[in-house]
């Protein structure tokens, strides 16, 4: 077992270590609704949830499938979907008629494809230019709707993100993202930064869901152009680049006018998650920010959200990509008292809570590429956490600390993060990683480099240094 060691104060992966535009061998084998994904735990259904929009009977109806079919567990995922674990492999057509159903797959042909994130505070709390919520269900109909027919072949790893201009998705690396502006257009952006040439381009909020569907319709263009069998924007290769002007051209020939402007980012920059706790909105009404420890939650917690966002709320959940859950509509009384009955369940509703920021994978016993259970060593680090009040566990300026089984790192956060990677069943490697690339991209973070070696037992202290000195 290796001894605790203190973190040096940053150790960054060089940037020219990042893997360079990879040349695909084999189709995506993303789970869907439909394609079941065989784990050691059982088989696991990955439900989209375009722009973590659900109604209440809809999240019912995932605790009843959970419990009817799988291990009566949802794993929310880092871009606003559901999994369900431990299904018997035999059991998609059961679901797949519980999801249609509920109205939880509404294309089976497009159904991998629907990877849509939201602001989920837009238009609750005041910040951003309005809810963007119309935008991201506007853009899955699109999706679906089978206008073109091509976009059944993106990679279930395709993601759309949809901002409402306070920067909080704008920042997860999407392929194409909508960034909403005060005038009610958006900007509309292929990659993660402003795209190969250094533009963007502007279109009007009547045309911004359409626009984005065809910014993928654009990218597959590029893939065939190119050769490649590219799954992400990031790795075509340069020269087949999507281009502002090959984009314009494109939108304008189904009609759409955009205007190319340099590069621009949210009107209100780098936004963060949304907080934990109760969210006042400028109507006087008010949200619940619900955060879900490791991002597992059981079905009877499910249905308790379920229940608040009825009884006293819109009858909306709002799943976000950061492993939560926000609940609108409430009021200032109903919002506190929902608030401490999610706490009251083991749910997170403090903004100070050490569960602030940490996540995991699913490591042991659900994945057999895992060399650890790291959600039981990630909920001991918690619980030893220092409450020092120099201690930056929850804070709102430490990274995020991200528990990975494998080198994979299924999940893990973007941008700056402290990277906790079992090296045995006892040990681990704790490195400050640094994920954003000079243009703005995100790399996968499958290089390593030099790091601080801890055991399993030393991890609370060691992440709680690693955290201080990012």
């Known amino acids: 077992m290796l001894a605790a060691m203190s973190l040096p104060p940053t150790t960054i992966p060089p940037a020219d270590e990042a893997p360079s535009p990879r040349a695909r061998g084999r189709d995506d084998a993303c789970p869907g609704a439909l394609r079941l994904h065989p784990a050691d735990d059982g088989s696991l259904a990955r439900v989209r949830i375009p722009g973590g929009l659900l109604t209440a009977g809809q999240a019912r109806a995932l605790a009843g499938a959970s419990e009817e079919l799988g291990d009566g567990w949802l794993d929310l995922t880092s871009r606003g ?20 159903a509920a109205g939880l797959l509404p294309s089976d042909r497009f159904d991998r494809v ?17 809810d963007v919520t119309a935008w991201a269900r506007e853009l899955d109909t699109a999706l679906c709707a ?43 952006r292929v990659g993660s930064g402003a795209g190969a040439d250094g533009t963007a381009l502007e279109v009007r909020g009547r ?17 065939r152009a190119s050769g490649t069998r590219a799954w992400r924007v ?51 009404r008010h949200a619940v920010s619900v955060l879900v420890p490791l991002g597992r939650v059981g079905a009877a917690q499910w249905r308790l959200l379920a229940g608040l966002a009825s009884r006293g709320g819109s009858g909306e959940l709002r799943v976000t990509p950061w492993r939560g859950v926000v609940l609108p509509g409430f009021t200032a009384d109903g919002a506190a008292a929902a608030a401490r009955e999610a706490a009251d ?32 060593h990630a909920t001991r680090a918690v619980a030893g956490a220092p409450r020092s009040p120099d201690t930056p566990q929850g804070s ?14 299924c999940g893990h956060p973007g941008g700056r993060w402290v990277d906790a990677l079992a090296t045995s069943d006892t040990d681990y490697r ?27 037992e030393q991890l609370a202290d060691a992440v709680a240094t690693a955290r201080g000195t990012a």
């Open 146 to 188: 089978g206008t073109w027919e091509e976009l059944s072949g993106l990679s279930g790893r395709f993601l759309f993100a949809v901002d409402d201009g306070r920067g909080d998705v704008a920042a997860l690396g999407a392929d194409v993202t909508l960034i909403a502006t005060r005038d009610g257009g958006a900007v509309l």
């Open 345 to 376: 369940a083991g749910l997170v509703t403090d903004p100070d809570s050490p569960w602030v920021g940490v996540g995991a994978c699913t490591g042991r016993p659900g994945c057999a590429k895992s060399l650890a259970d790291v959600r039981a």
């Open 81 to 100: 979907n559901l999994q369900v674990r431990g299904l018997d492999a035999a059991c998609g057509g059961e679901l797949a008629a519980a999801l249609r």
């Open 430 to 456: 704790l490195t400050v990683r640094d994920t954003r690339e000079p243009d703005g991209a995100t790399n996968d973070g499958a290089n390593d480099a030099s790091g601080t070696d801890v055991a399993a």
């Open 396 to 409: 709102p300026g430490a990274p995020p600390v991200y528990f990975s089984g494998c080198e994979r790192r």
């Open 234 to 284: 990031r790795e075509l290769p340069a020269q087949h680049a999507v281009t502002a002007d090959g984009l314009a051209a494109r939108l304008a020939d189904e009609g759409i006018e955009a205007v190319r402007i340099g590069r621009r980012g949210p009107v209100g920059g780098p936004g963060a998650p949304p907080a934990p706790g109760v969210v006042s909105g400028p109507d006087g």
């Open 207 to 223: 045309d911004a869901p359409r626009a984005a569907a065809l910014a993928a319709v654009e990218f597959l263009a590029r893939v």
């Open 114 to 130: 629907r990877n849509i994130v939201a602001s989920p505070l837009g238009g609750l709390d005041g910040s951003g230019c309005g």
